[in-house]
């Protein structure tokens, strides 16, 4: 759904409660998965709203299209074939998220650890200093009652 007024609203509210401004952002592309690295600038260029699960409103999701991921390709380092990723998606009790954070953390020569850190604390990872959100192809960043939830604290 393209409803500009609300998706500049809602990536307003996260950046203003967010830790990190950087992103690494995965997709799928010609059979292969890529990790291309952003930063807030282009989340209203990359950025979709959409109805959020369980009466939480509307959420902020990574929504790249063809035009999109074209565009990030230019910056965008290879992961691994779209084969190995499935193959490890289907043997694995993680997510494709998930999944996504733990070969971009490997690919920075780091171990990764599964965790529940909020984005208000810290990034996904960490390189050279800078701490990055790890987003993979249709993933969400927050929706409308989690915002509302965090401007009150």
């Known amino acids: 759904m393209k409803n500009t007024a609300l998706l500049l609203n809602m990536i307003d509210r996260y950046n203003a409660l967010a830790y990190t401004h950087e992103y690494i952002f995965g997709f799928c592309f010609g059979g292969n998965v ?29 929504c790249p299209n063809k035009d999109i991921k074209t565009a990030l390709m230019a910056g965008a380092e290879l992961i691994c074939s779209k084969e190995y990723f499935e193959d490890m998606l289907a043997n694995s009790k993680y997510n494709k998220g998930e999944l996504f954070e733990k070969l971009v953390t490997e690919a920075l020569g780091q171990v990764w650890h599964k965790d529940n850190v909020p984005f208000t604390e ?32």
């Open 122 to 153: 810290d990034g996904d990872v960490t390189a050279n200093g800078i701490a990055y959100q790890v987003k993979f192809e249709k993933s969400t960043f927050t929706n409308e009652k989690i915002l509302a939830k965090l401007e009150r604290a």
């Open 34 to 62: 890529y990790m291309a690295y952003a930063n807030a600038s282009v989340l209203p260029a990359i950025l979709c709203v959409d109805k959020a699960s369980r009466g939480q409103g509307m959420a902020l999701r990574f």
